[in-house]
């Protein structure tokens, strides 16, 4: 053994081979944390050390190689200076080029994930193989950072730049076939062949037949493109990832610039300029609340596993309701595997929840997405039915149908007769109260909310909503039901809108307030776009139906009167009293045409204005940052009470169901961060100067205010910056 720590060992193998094993300790994975990195600089030390070696092959004992850094050591490493995070990127750069240096050839062994910087280190290698199943990337853009340890340097060298630019730029996991395609790997090979090719490529990198050294030249040397070369590949690419990135999110353009800027320049050169990149990326707030969101993320994801350990089996599920909602949800659950029935009274309801189905499954059939084969085993998984024949088996029941409590409670009642004892039967609803849909059931410790949001092929998140009598065992199977389709669950607690509606309607209360005053809703919709919404609230009150809003918000008022109840007619009600419904029938704040695809098209509708003139109490000139304060202060204001009054567990919680339910803008981190950004007391002074004028709906909470005189924040973390 030539070296063992807690993460790495190098033992030498028959013929002077070196195995470096990446082994984490404890952990289920593998990650380069800076201890990590310590032990790979002393593993390096006794490899330089050794005489006689003939090669290296560095491999990894978990079912990953390495999923990247240790991300939860990064708000606090960002928090340090510029030339704090410089130098630490440049000592990683000099460990590395030793690993790049060393006299023999190196190879690694891609057995499973590689990414980050585990797709760096594999880089530092002359040669890589690459099992069947494995995938290998580099995600930093998702932080709203670049590559820092050689990504950007050696990746292009290797592949091409156009190749390193789309990897780098949209930081995509990519599988074998395209890592080969693109020469980013040297051979694929099955999962249990793959030690023997990685020797097998030493072998014949020491017989002569695969030239090692050139390989190192390629990789030290300046990109090979002419001037010419380089500004087409460089300037095109700029102008389609801006387009697609959005002025919000600098990292993927600052990687392009990073890769054109190291082009000309030898191998430490480049590195210092991607060294410089990443400490001023690392520093900006679009890269802590993307950290921070990847935390969330993880602290989510942790949750719902524990549900999923006590989960009984969810082998066979049903919905009931065949529409577009009960046909998305009957496609998710049969693409991601659980077959399911889709029951309506209606033969033609069926038809419309299949056709929907079909369509979903037609769209990636024509992307490439899946074969004629697995098109055809989905749609099998999906079973139609007018009669509860075959529930007698079922593990759990979505509850589909249109959203009126009468309706929904008989529907309940009737497919409870018809199931086991042990089925769980879960309501697909927006604003329902579970615990009144729980009345009239005989076994309501098996009742809960499943609250997808629309279109449910798409939309991540579902609301696990937990009634006052809902047992843990019928919340953990309707969680392990979610992540078996794919979808991100967060348990809340029943109340009026559970969390995403509840926090959403205040947001629409505020925008209804600027139009009383006078401010034109396209020129709100543009403001809130610039601000990062994927949609503004006009345009997303048509996307969501003028119908369904008044309902929910007549809801919403009826439970919390004191700051959701609106006196007099809104223009959203004038909207829906004049049969503008949104989309669904072609009007409602815009009108709507079918672009080319075939899809609805917003347009400026002068009759929609004329409308909206009717609600104009009094005219005042707002500022675009009062206006984004007007729509904000409500939303953000009504979190902090859903986690006040235990709706939702965590921060990290509510923050993740707004960002994947309701589109909140991700490089903003959340509502909450939102607020520890600007500050407790400084959002706080906002709220006041807003309720003193316009209401209860902006006013601070008690709690709000004593943490905002202590200097709390609802991520600790926050005040380290």
């Not at 969501?544 to 006196?567: C, K, L, N, Q, Y």
């Not at 009094?618 to 940052?625: C, M, N, V």
């Not at 981190?669 to 500050?679: F, K, P, V």
Request: glycine share 10%.
């Amino acid at each position: 053994m030539l070296y063992q720590g807690d993460a790495i060992r190098v033992e030498v193998q028959d013929g002077g081979i070196a195995l470096l094993t990446l082994d984490l300790k404890d952990e289920a994975i593998n990650k380069l944390s800076s201890s990590v990195i310590g032990e790979l600089s002393l593993a390096v030390d006794a490899l330089e050390a050794e005489s006689g070696l003939k090669g290296l092959i560095v491999a990894s004992a978990k079912d990953v190689f390495i999923v990247g850094a240790d991300i939860t050591e990064f708000h606090a490493m960002f928090a340090k200076d510029e030339a704090f995070l410089v130098d630490m990127n440049t000592r990683i750069h000099a460990l590395f080029n030793r690993i790049e240096d060393l006299p023999f050839p190196t190879v690694t062994a891609l057995n499973g994930l590689a990414l980050g910087g585990g797709c760096e280190l594999s880089l530092t290698t002359d040669f890589r193989v690459m099992a069947e199943t494995a995938q290998i990337g580099l995600p930093e853009t998702k932080l709203g950072i670049v590559p820092g340890w050689g990504g950007c340097v050696r990746l292009p060298r290797l592949i091409g730049a156009d190749n390193a630019i789309e990897w780098i730029a949209g930081g995509s996991q990519n599988d074998a076939e395209t890592a080969f395609k693109v020469g980013a790997v040297d051979d694929v090979v099955p999962q249990e062949k793959l030690m023997a090719a990685a020797r097998d490529i030493l072998d014949k990198a020491n017989a002569g037949d695969f030239d090692y050294r050139a390989r190192r030249t390629e990789k030290g040397s300046p990109l090979k493109l002419n001037a010419v070369e380089q500004m087409m590949a460089f300037e095109t690419a700029k102008g389609y990832v801006a387009g697609k990135a959005g002025p919000h999110y600098p990292a993927p353009i600052e990687a392009i610039r990073v890769i054109q800027k190291g082009a000309g320049e030898g191998r430490e050169r480049a590195q210092a300029i991607e060294a410089q990149a990443f400490a001023k990326l690392a520093k900006t707030d679009v890269c802590y609340n993307l950290v921070g969101l990847f935390m969330n993320d993880q602290a989510v994801k942790k949750k719902a596993k524990q549900y999923e350990k006590s989960a009984g089996t969810v082998a066979q599920a049903a919905v009931l309701g065949a529409g577009i909602m009960g046909g998305g949800i009957a496609y998710q659950s049969a693409y991601k595997g659980t077959p399911i029935l889709m029951k309506d009274i209606k033969p033609e309801a069926i038809e419309l929840g299949l056709k929907e189905a079909r369509k979903l499954l037609t769209k990636q059939l024509e992307r490439g997405k899946l074969s004629q084969t697995k098109l055809a085993e989905v749609l099998s998984n999906i079973r139609p039915t007018l009669s509860y024949g075959d529930f007698d088996h079922v593990d759990l029941v979505v509850e589909a149908v249109v959203e009126n409590p009468k309706i929904k409670s008989a529907v309940l009642a009737e497919v409870e007769a018809n199931v086991s004892e042990e089925t769980i039967l879960a309501s697909n609803t927006s604003t329902i109260s579970i615990d009144r849909l729980a009345a009239d059931l005989k076994r309501p410790e098996n009742f809960c909310g499943m609250h997808f949001f629309n279109p449910v092929h798409r939309m991540p998140l579902v609301e696990v909503i937990r009634g006052a009598r809902t047992s843990d065992a019928a919340v953990a199977a309707t969680v392990a039901y979610a992540r078996q389709m794919g979808k991100t669950p967060i348990v809340v607690n029943d109340c009026p809108g559970f969390l995403v509606n509840r926090v959403l309607f205040p947001y629409f209360g505020g925008f209804s307030g600027l139009v009383e005053h006078g401010v034109d809703f396209e020129r709100a919709d543009k403001i809130m776009e610039r601000f990062g919404w994927p949609m503004g609230p006009a345009y997303l009150l048509d996307v969501v139906g003028i119908d369904t809003a008044v309902h929910a918000s007549e809801v919403m008022a009826e439970g919390f009167p004191d700051r959701m109840a609106h006196e007099g007619k809104s223009a959203i009600q004038i909207m829906l009293d004049n049969q503008r419904l949104g989309q669904k029938n072609g009007k409602g704040f815009y009108a709507y045409e079918e672009d080319k695809k075939g899809k609805p098209k917003k347009v400026h509708d002068d009759e929609a204005h004329r409308l909206v003139a009717e609600v104009v109490r009094e005219t005042r000139e707002l500022s675009d940052d009062e206006v984004i304060a007007r729509m904000m202060v409500p939303l953000c204001m009504e979190t902090v009470r859903c986690l006040e009054d235990g709706i939702v567990g965590s921060p990290a919680e509510a923050d993740m169901a707004l960002i994947y339910g309701i589109g909140f803008p991700p490089f903003r981190g959340g509502a909450l961060r939102y607020i520890d950004a600007m500050g407790v007391a400084e959002f706080v002074a906002v709220a006041e100067r807003l309720a003193d004028e316009l209401g209860a709906l902006y006013a601070p909470t008690v709690r709000l205010r004593e943490m905002a005189a202590s200097g709390e924040r609802f991520y600790p973390d926050a005040s380290d910056r």
